[in-house]
């Protein structure tokens, strides 16, 4: 157990709805960062957020949006989903500087029908 | 943009073979960090490397990072049932936070 939480586990949902996930950083941890594994690939880099700025951003769709909250939880936000997004989002959580140890949440897997 | 390759993809061994996966990033790396996804499971952290040429030993595990802080390389002795899943190489450059991940190599370990 990494101490990073994300709910849901599973989300199935069609194509054109909007879609919110969570995760919760280890105590202690400033940074979260969001990633997308589709089937058999690997990790992209989404989105880093630092005490509530964004830090980071990679290969992220203008259709998604992410947000770090007071409390240090984080949320990102998937609309206008395409059957393309089905994926695995995992979170993680690092201290915060450069160099860091990050540690993975468990995922949520999202299924677009 | 950066790049990092890592080869093999896929990688069949027989318990008790050696296994090598190779790390290649187009652009120099401040550090370098290898990382373990079993089947159904999230990406666990193994260890980091931030000095050229540096090498690290983790039991049957050796790491290596390159002269040129380009590539890096994990070498597992002796495989094992319980080695098998994806690696992944996660490389960092200077003065930014976010990590490109490699395409990650699959290692099967044949009993």
């Known amino acids: 157990d990494s101490g990073v939480t994300q709910t849901p586990k599973h989300l199935i949902t069609a194509t054109g709805q909007r879609v919110t996930l969570r995760c919760s950083p280890r105590?202690?941890?400033?940074?979260v960062y969001w990633y997308q594994q589709s089937l058999d690939q690997g990790l992209q880099f989404l989105i880093q957020y630092y005490n509530g700025e964004e830090r980071a951003k990679g290969n992220i769709l203008e259709r998604f949006s992410a947000q770090q909250f007071p409390d240090l939880h984080s949320e990102l936000n998937l609309s206008s989903l395409e059957l393309g997004d089905s994926a695995l989002y995992f979170c993680a959580s690092s201290v915060g500087g450069e160099g860091d140890t990050q540690y993975f949440g468990p995922g949520t897997r999202l299924t677009v029908l | 943009g950066q790049q990092v390759m890592q080869i093999p993809q896929y990688q069949h061994v027989q318990e008790g073979e050696d296994f090598t996966t190779y790390c290649n990033s187009s652009t120099t790396l401040s550090n370098i960090q290898w990382y373990k996804q079993r089947p159904g499971g999230h990406p666990v952290f193994l260890i980091q490397?931030?000095?050229?040429?540096e090498v690290k030993k983790q039991k049957r595990l050796t790491f290596q990072f390159g002269e040129a802080k380009k590539n890096s390389s994990l070498h597992i002795t002796a495989t094992q049932t319980t080695d098998v899943g994806t690696y992944f190489c996660?490389?960092?450059?200077?003065?930014?936070?976010?990590?490109?991940f490699g395409t990650g190599t699959r290692l099967k370990v044949l009993a």
């Open positions: 996660a490389g960092q450059t200077s003065g930014t936070y976010k990590y490109i």
């Open positions: 105590s202690g941890d400033l940074s």
């Open positions: 490397l931030v000095k050229s040429g």
